[in-house]
């Protein structure tokens, strides 16, 4: 995921399905998948790119002294997390609802290999990410994996909690699950997002819902991280990122 303007963000909800994109991206039909891309797709259309195309500082925080193994990126947009797991030794699984997205996402992913394979020994670097569109309010885990990511998965169009509870239970044991996301209480003063307060949570109200204060998982990050921001106008203010990483013991 991108580093995001806070007061544009609602991160998107991925939904399951839609047209095939080219290369290793999967899809499946259904209405609802059609309905939130079309809605999806058109977002991303309005501007030729939406995030800064930086991995979340966050999420590089807190994943970059993880062991490199399989990783599950929900809600990849742009694809910048993904990338960075990718260039630091992931195979990725990288999901979203939108085709625009995916697309956008996979070109950065080829530009990115670009630039790598012009100082390899031994000529082009294979991909390291499969590109997947998905509806989370179907999708279920086909596997179990080393990190599973969920960064700033807010919208209007989609509870927060099938998902998240979806990605913890895709975490193998001894894996990681790292959900990053706004504070309700720390959100800009400007934007139309406090109208859906719902969208947000606390590292408790994570903590709670996913289950994970029970014998199953290690807490090993649960807070609330203070970062300014710049308004589309230039305002200023200080808001707060939750951060909650966990280990599954079993």
């Known amino acids: 995921m991108t580093e995001h303007a806070a007061h544009q963000h609602e991160h998107q909800a991925t939904h399951d399905g839609g047209p095939r994109l080219p290369g290793h991206a999967d899809s499946a039909d259904g209405q609802g998948i059609r309905d939130a891309a079309a809605l999806w797709d058109e977002r991303y259309r309005s501007k030729p790119q939406i995030w800064s195309g930086k991995p979340n500082p966050q999420f ?7 062991r490199p193994g399989h990783a599950l990126d929900l809600g990849c947009g742009e694809g910048a997390d993904a990338i960075w797991l990718a260039q630091h030794g992931w195979t990725v699984t990288a999901v979203d609802v939108s085709a625009v997205a995916l697309e956008r996402a996979q070109g950065h992913e080829k530009a ?6 012009v100082h390899a020994a031994e000529g082009a670097i294979a991909s390291r990410i499969h590109w997947q569109q998905a509806d989370l309010e179907q999708w279920q885990p086909a ?9 700033f998965l807010h919208s209007q169009e989609l509870a927060w909690q099938g998902p998240l509870r979806a990605a913890a239970s895709a975490v193998k044991p001894g894996g990681t699950l790292l959900v990053v996301g706004h504070h309700p209480d720390r959100l800009p003063p400007w934007g139309g997002a406090h109208a859906h307060h719902n ?28 970062r300014p921001v710049t308004g589309p106008e230039g305002e200023q203010a200080t808001i707060a990122d939750v951060v909650l990483r966990a280990t599954r013991l079993a």
């Open 60 to 66: 590089v925080r807190e994943a970059g002294g993880l």
């Open 112 to 117: 990115a290999l670009a630039r790598e394979s």
């Open 143 to 151: 596997d179990l994996y080393d990190l599973v990511t969920s960064q």
């Open 199 to 226: 969208m947000f949570y606390t590292a408790d109200e994570l903590v709670g819902e996913l289950e994970l204060d029970g014998p199953g998982w290690q807490l090993e990050v649960q807070t609330s991280r203070e």
